[in-house]
């Protein structure tokens, strides 16, 4: 079916509730149609393509295949301005500790879990495994969607794994969880994270609307 022009799709693969995420989009891109959609040629006829997705790795990665929706994603990734959020970032690196599974490739490096060695805050007490609430997200580079956010800006985040970008010359972002890690990445057209903006506030809300805006 395809999407109309201009159109910002938001891929469902079947990997949790998309709805917040639609909502998020809805109301930052008041002049555009924003799309829920599970047909490969609706991404593909996108002008901006959304990826989110929450589960394990290993279930994301087996629903996207089995929707015939991996190269229609792997094209977007290439072309479009593509945004990646939680598992969707994950999905772009090499391959995941999390089932030990691969990802798409788009981004080199590996997806690992928190080290429970390393699970321990200032004052020495345990931190618990997912990392689940507000934390600091620190700017490591300037980025169109950054624009407007103060460095530092708490964001939501709900995870039990980062990624680990082979190189660094990719990384916009960072946060501090027991250990410092990227928590969001960037090259050409694309731009990840792991938080959920759609529920970090206003200042998830700006980035998203900095999505909609962003002529990579």
Known sequence: MGAPAGAIVVVDYGMGNLRSVWQALVHVAADRQVIVSS????????????FPGQGAMPDCMRELQARGLREAVLKAARNKPFLGICIGQQMLFDHSEEGDVAGLGVIQGVVRRFPPSRMVDAAGKRLKVPHMGWNEVRQAKPHALWKGIADGARFYFVHSYFVDPLADDCVVGTTAYGLPFTSAVARDNIFAIQCHPEKSAVDGLALLANFVAWKP
């Open 39 to 50: 047909d490969p040629a609706a991404v593909l006829a996108a002008e901006r393509v959304v």
